[in-house]
């Protein structure tokens, strides 16, 4: 096991977080490795699909092709199933499925033909919609191929057991031996080592249920309805594809989830689901007698643990994905959510080792990343309170429908779940500062964001002269400038984790002033810099 022993950054785990923060760091020019306890990659059932920030993250590297491929395969296995649910006989409650992705809140399926998908949200982000049927088992595997093209080594059975904060590195034991490195990044998940190691603190509420999510063999699969479906016992779902169910006891954590002071969705759970637990979960919730015949693949075993980590980092140690934040598994916003970790972290550490950006640059990873978790964990909480058995949640679960049967409602679910509405506090009055970078068609007929796949700021510039890439100019190893016709807005710069950092629709000195103030702000200071002109 060649561990290298003097590295930039050593990121802890080979989950999609993890990978996709290691992929960032190298193309900013870091030396990285990645260390996984795991010998071979996770085979378990998690999340099923990706939002519009990690499909448009994908987008930025060039990877968007590799996805619409997967998601094209998917919606042929979720249209083979739809056609076999069809062939049932009448009463089985199934239905074909809709093309357009759209998810769900707390198991009521959002219907796309109440989505209004012209609002200027969901229009703004359009481009990737032939990427959202994702599954976290795919995007790793995808995120694999990436790393290993940029170089990045993984290095597989090697588990992390003790670490020291030296001040200018950080020394990590490992069963591989001991490690030095610059920077240690823990994108281990729920039960992560490295925060326990660090000792940072994982405050948050207990979880009350059990979940199940597996694909297996069944029998007599008439026996269950399509979708969703509730009952005093608990919840279940059977789809969207052949042989997958999911079931929701709300009975307490089972006792073989992790301590809820530690904190975990139980995705690592140490006793393997067996096809007898899971059947006879099924069995309770869905009130039949269902026989289950084989599982494909391994099943997993979650709760609603929902904890956010105290701070997201403690000197030359950080926090990411699943390690700063659990919580029920709901809609696949965990995975979202790390994706989007990884993303601003990982061209802010790479500019500090670069040395370009001052080290307080990484203290606005933890100020910009923690209000979006703050609001996935409520946002998973409010689902718990709908999915409960009992009639006040039942009562509830009546009032939640009715709104999300109409356009409005389900409009604005789509919007929240899909993440086009996530802004971040960055300074500037222009409405498109602190968003993701919407789809900006150029007039050669390629977008902004294809020309940005080796990471980076990108500035678009529709001034009839040039004058916002020429005042960026002196910035050009951090900065790609993209010219094009003149339209509004007449100026956007691009951070490399798909923020808008400024954006004008004007040419004045006042939108010349702004650039600069974001130039300076965000791409670090030059010794000699061009005077602003209009």
């Not at 499925?97 to 359009?126: C, I, K, Y």
């Not at 550490?349 to 370009?356: K, P, Y």
């Not at 007449?490 to 974001?518: C, F, H, K, N, Y």
Request: charged fraction near 25%; aromatic fraction near 6%.
């Amino acid at each position: 096991m060649n561990v290298n022993q003097d590295v930039d950054v050593t990121v802890v785990g080979a989950g999609p977080v993890g990978l996709v923060l290691a992929a960032e760091l190298a193309l900013s020019g870091a030396t990285v490795q990645v260390l996984e306890r795991r010998a071979e990659p996770d085979e378990s059932m998690k999340a099923g699909s990706i939002n519009v920030p990690t499909a448009e993250a994908l987008d930025r590297r060039g990877l968007l092709p590799a996805a619409e491929k997967v998601q094209r395969e998917m919606f042929e296995r979720i249209g083979s199933f739809a056609r076999m649910a069809n062939d049932q006989p009448p009463g089985g409650g199934r239905r074909a499925r809709e093309s357009r992705f759209t998810g769900h809140f707390a198991g009521m399926v959002l219907d796309a033909d109440l989505v209004d998908w012209s609002d200027p949200d969901l229009a703004a982000h359009a481009a990737v919609d032939g990427a959202r049927m994702v599954p976290q088992r795919e995007l790793e595997e995808l995120l694999a191929d990436h790393v290993a093209r940029l170089g990045v080594p993984v290095h597989r059975g090697v588990e992390v057991t003790a670490l020291e904060d030296a001040g200018d590195g950080v020394l990590v034991g490992t069963t591989a031996g001991t490690v030095r490195t610059g920077w240690l990044v823990g994108c281990d998940g729920g039960r992560s080592t490295v925060r326990r190691l660090t000792g940072i603190d994982f405050p948050g509420t207990d979880p009350e249920l059990t979940g199940h999510l597996a694909l297996v063999d069944i029998a007599d699969p008439e026996k269950l309805g399509d979708g969703w479906a509730w009952s005093t016992r608990g919840a279940y779902r059977y789809g969207p594809q052949p042989g997958r169910v999911v079931t929701v006891e709300f009975h307490g954590p089972h006792a073989d989830l992790p301590d809820a002071r530690v904190g975990s969705r139980g995705r690592t759970s140490r006793a393997p689901v067996t096809l007898k637990e899971l059947q006879t979960s099924l069995r309770r919730v869905s009130g039949t007698d269902v026989t289950l015949t084989a599982l494909r693949g391994a099943a997993t075993r979650w709760s609603d643990n929902a904890r956010q980590a105290a701070t997201y980092r403690s000197g030359r140690v950080l926090l990411a994905g699943d390690a700063a934040h659990v919580h029920a598994p709901f809609g696949g916003q965990g995975l979202n959510l790390g994706v989007g970790d990884a993303m601003n972290l990982g061209w802010k550490l790479g500019a500090v080792i670069a040395g370009w950006a001052p080290e307080g640059l990484l203290d606005t990873y933890d100020a910009e990343r923690r209000p979006l978790g703050a609001w996935v964990l409520d946002w998973t909480r409010a689902q718990i309170g709908v999915l409960r058995g009992d009639a006040k949640s039942a009562a509830l679960r009546e009032v939640v429908a009715d709104l999300l049967g109409t356009r409005d409602g389900t409009t604005y679910a789509v919007k929240k779940i899909s993440g086009v509405t996530q802004r971040i506090d960055l300074p500037g009055d222009h409405p498109l500062v602190g968003r993701y970078a919407p789809d900006l068609w150029l007039s050669d007929g390629s977008r902004l964001v294809d020309h940005g796949h080796g990471g980076g700021f990108l500035l678009l510039d529709r001034t009839a002269d040039g004058a916002f890439a020429r005042f960026a100019a002196a910035r050009s190893g951090r900065v790609s400038s993209v010219t094009d016709d003149h339209a509004t807005p007449t100026g956007v710069l691009v951070r490399p984790d798909g923020v808008v950092a400024w954006a004008s629709d004007t040419t004045d000195i006042a939108a010349v002033t702004g650039l600069e103030a974001a130039l300076h702000g965000w791409t670090g200071a030059l010794s000699a810099s061009p005077e602003p002109t209009a």
